[in-house]
């Protein structure tokens, strides 16, 4: 692997001028209407909270220890490896196209503009509906900070106020946002390393041997299909890298800064979840009673036995500030791929998506898009909770299928002849870690979608995989009827020298 990118995280960002990033962006055929103010530590402090170990880790970690036993916390490494090979390649494509939007942007140039449409389409459902389940997720927590019953009203109000402060936090630009970020990311690690190592110290009833014994998990079958459920927290927890290079405008050098962002992601953020989910597996003081569905809520248990009443409440507002990070960061994300959409011309409403604000340096439409629609969401689990439970389940696999189509656009382009040129590459070890990156991609994507209760109903069986079917065929329908994509003047496939005859420069 080799790169030019400096060790220290500031190397490079004093020293460089808006100027040379302006003229990158102008090759690409592009000029920006953002401001420049994040800096390296607020881009990935954005990518952290999107990641956001605690709620990743609180939201799953019943499930998990229910259905896989204490040895489901190795899944945090198996897919932290994984993941880190797509981070990998992403970094490679941004460093040569820092254009705002990230993976519809990527595929553009890796591909071309019908495929990009598509990938831009599936990820930015999954980021509106990822949006959504992130809201809803934080009401019974907001309930319980504040003593109010958890009830479906409540938790729709609570939501849509989140919602509301994540929107306002956006549309203070990019500054704002940039700071917020950091605030997110300070509180959420500095709650992690207390709260685990208060755990780890004074209420630890297993040592780490208890992380090789299943206690029973899985019944009498096979247990690598109870570990494989149980993985889910480890694959629902590494995506978030790919924010850090959605906002690749407002970033200062993001050829050099914005790969060490999407790394350090990573490994922060994976070191941070695995060590709240080892601290809690340690201090669950009945396992057995966790597996067998006796205690169906082992981090309130463990949070409530170790730091009682007051200090779980201040734990819960730490939780807080961790879900509003989190919706705010997505926001930020499906803004930015939806105004590089409206830039583009790719679909209908462009005229208003690709407006900016020049007082704000946001784009406001955008924005608004990513606050309305999951609202939408969120209000329709008054008409139906399964319903609403339907529509979340695309969530995570579909960002997981934008990701692997950028991956597979990238090993397209490299076996037609692209070889990465920006200020991070990989060299001879680009294609091994392309291929290895596609083949984890695709088998996360089966596991997630694997059908897992063969009681229920056949389409609630196969909910993850028909929910793709149905955004992905109701994307093909739109491209059919309304196919602007096809007209839209911006560069694409590019990357691909057989094809650089066919780049087209925008008039603008």
């Known amino acids: 692997m080799s790169t030019s990118s400096p060790d220290r995280p500031d190397e490079g960002y004093y020293s460089y001028h808006d100027e040379d990033d302006a003229a990158h962006l102008h090759a690409l055929g592009y000029k920006s209407e953002f401001k420049r103010d994040m800096s390296p530590w607020a881009n990935f402090s954005l990518g952290f909270t999107y990641l956001s170990p605690v ?24 897919v932290g490896v994984g993941q880190l090979l797509v981070a990998l390649i992403f970094s490679e494509i941004v460093a040569q196209f820092p254009v705002a939007g990230g993976v519809y942007p990527w595929a553009r140039r890796l591909w071309g503009r019908r495929y ?28 319980a900070t504040f003593g109010f019953e958890a009830t479906v009203n409540n938790t729709i109000a609570f939501a849509l106020a989140l919602l509301a402060l994540a929107t306002a936090v956006n549309f ?47 019944g009498d079958g096979n247990y690598l299909w109870a570990f494989a459920a149980a993985a889910l927290i480890g694959v629902f927890q590494y995506y978030g890298f790919e924010a850090c290079g959605d906002v690749a405008e407002e ?46 809520d082992p981090v309130s248990t463990v949070l409530n036995e170790a730091f009682g009443p007051v200090g779980s409440k201040v ?18 994300a499906a803004s930015r791929l939806a105004y590089s959409y409206g830039r583009d011309g790719m679909i209908m409403g462009s005229s208003l998506l690709k407006k900016f604000s020049a007082t704000r340096h946001v784009p406001p439409y955008a924005l608004l898009l990513a606050a309305l629609v999951p ?39 490299r076996l037609k002849g692209w070889v990465p040129s920006g200020k991070y590459t990989l060299g001879k070890w680009g294609l091994p870690v392309n291929i290895a990156a596609l083949a984890y991609g695709v088998t996360a994507m089966i596991n997630m979608a694997w059908p897992r209760t063969p009681d229920a109903p056949w389409y609630d069986n196969w909910i993850v995989a028909l929910s793709a079917v149905v955004v992905v065929g109701i994307g093909l329908v739109y491209m059919t009827i309304h196919p602007l994509h096809d007209r839209s003047t911006a560069p694409f496939s590019d990357a691909i020298p057989q094809k650089a005859e066919a780049r087209k420069v925008p008039t603008a």
């Open 55 to 78: 709620v990743g880790v609180y939201t799953l970690f019943a499930f998990a220890l229910a259905t896989g036993g204490p040895p489901m916390i190795w899944s945090f490494l198996i």
């Open 116 to 143: 990009a449409w598509m990938t831009g389409w599936v990820y930015l459902v999954a980021l509106l509906v990822t949006i959504a389940s992130v809201v809803y997720g934080a009401g019974p927590f907001i309930a």
């Open 172 to 218: 203070m630009g990019t500054k704002v946002l940039a700071k917020a970020a950091i605030i997110g990311f300070s509180a959420e690690i500095i709650g992690a390393l207390i709260v685990g190592g208060w755990l780890l110290i004074a209420h630890r009833h297993h040592n780490l041997g208890v992380l090789f014994d299943s206690f029973g998990a899985g």
């Open 251 to 296: 970033v200062p050098n993001p050829g050099r800064l914005i790969p060490k962002a999407m790394r350090r992601t990573i490994y922060i953020g994976g070191a941070a979840a695995t060590f709240v989910c080892l601290a809690l597996v340690l201090a669950v003081a009945d396992i057995p009673a966790v597996i067998a569905g006796e205690d169906t």
């Open 315 to 332: 734990i819960l507002v730490i939780v807080l500030i961790s879900f509003l990070s989190c919706a705010m960061s997505l926001q930020a």
């Open 375 to 413: 609202a939408v969401i969120v209000i329709g689990s008054k008409v139906s909770t399964d319903a609403i439970t339907k529509i979340i389940s695309f969530a995570a696999f579909g960002i997981y299928l934008g990701f692997q189509m950028v991956v597979l656009a990238a090993l397209r382009a």
